[in-house]
């Protein structure tokens, strides 16, 4: 069967069943990151949204589980299987825009780059926002070519399922449109009842996040606008732009992310097909509002995840067509794709470079299952002490990451609480609480050295000891982080 295919069909889908074995094989040998064990705490409480993102990511993981049970694989098998429907959507959109060659390059070049292939292992909200946003402009093309309103709506509802994943997946809009306004014979789109269908399909997508919304006082709003840093109004700060164009340039490989611009650029700049304009227009809405943004406060290198599909497929036809003919650009863009290749192998084995433990990524998957173990030993000890007649300790842990991974790798799954606080910080904050007894005792974990406990405990509780510490390992064998747990209470009266 597949050899009845052009050899780059046949190639793309050997190359992405060979990823996805791999995928599977390596995301196993990891622990989950703090993010992912916190979505999977999601996923126990599954909900129309939550306080920073959209339900998407809870509710793929919950569905995940509910194959593999609580578990690495449970917890990442979608975001792999995500990684390959990408990588086959990107294929096919460069097929159709730019030729089968420049849709298996540009299927290559997203392979080699670090930020997707952490994508292809790590279940986050990015690997469903790059799929969704990449499915959806298939669909748009497809509905362009066949004009059923059903197409339209399809498309909208793709649209929506980005936004439910990650909120910036709703600027493809603006890429939509601002290809109907460029391509006259298009325009007409604008008023007509296909538009019509796909907007409604996309404001139905919304819903669910508008009405947790409005049941919890916006407070996602609020966060987006703290984190963004516009709380306080917007200023000029060029050391912010210099920080976001370090962090684009990390995570798609330095050399590779300028040839990427350097396509985009030069295409933009001449007389362009309609799938170049296309490509373009699919490329700028998210990255110029990062870039904008980051004149304030720098923009993480992953916000951007969904602007380079495009970039890849329009790289993919120019940099090879001008390294033909001229020889730097050839020694140029063999030097990118090199660089990637290195930076995407090392980013799978980070110990062969011995990077300093806040600079790797690998290590924030490390050390976990020990780290729930030698916490576990503690409050073994800390409950016998307590007497067998004492009623279980309290979980506490001093922010969502810490939490989420004792929730994940202790026994049972026990639910973890962080201490109380004024304002909602995270999702924490609007699950139910602890209610602090007469009697009550509780064990808390912190990274925090300080000899002092935040106030609200020490207030609660009133008595308090250092009960033990360890450290979370590396692999190696290597101290990453030291963790140092509380002895709380009895509590002397009913706090809450």
Known sequence: MLRALPWETRMAIVLLAALTLFRIAFAVSLDLIPDESYYWLWSKHLDASYFSKGPAVAWTIAAGTFLFGDTVLGVRWFSILLAAGTGWQLFVLGRRLLGARAGLIALCLAVITPLYAIGGILMTIDPLSVFFWVWAANLFLDALDRPELWRWALCGLAIGGGFLSKYVNLLELLSFGGFLAWTPRHRHLFRSRQMGALLAAVLLSL????????????????????????????????????????????????????????????????????????????????????????????????????????????????????AAFRRSARWFWRAAIALAIVETVLFHHTAWVHLPPKKDLLLRAQGWQDYAAQFESLRREAQQAAGVSAPPLFLLANNYGTASELAFYLPGHPTLYLPHTEHVENQFSIWPGYAVKKGSSALYLTDDPSPVLPPVLAKEFGKAARWGNFWRKSQAGENVTRYYVWKLGPAPKDVR
Not at 283 to 303: I, R
């Open 207 to 322: 819903m669910p996040v508008l009405w947790w919304n409005q049941h919890h006082g916006w407070v996602t709003a609020a966060h987006l606008q703290h984190r963004g840093d516009l709380d306080g109004g917007f200023h000029v700060r060029p050391g912010e732009l210099f920080k976001f164009i370090i962090a684009q340039a990390a995570a798609m490989s330095p050399l590779l992310w300028i040839a990427l611009l350097v396509a985009v650029w030069k295409t933009a700049r001449r007389q362009k097909t309609e799938g170049e304009l296309f490509l373009v227009a699919l490329f700028l809405p998210c990255f110029l509002f990062y870039a904008l943004l980051s004149v304030n406060k720098a923009a993480e290198g992953n916000w951007t995840a969904v602007s380079y599909p495009a970039a890849f497929i329009l790289a993919a036809a120019y940099w090879p067509l001008l």
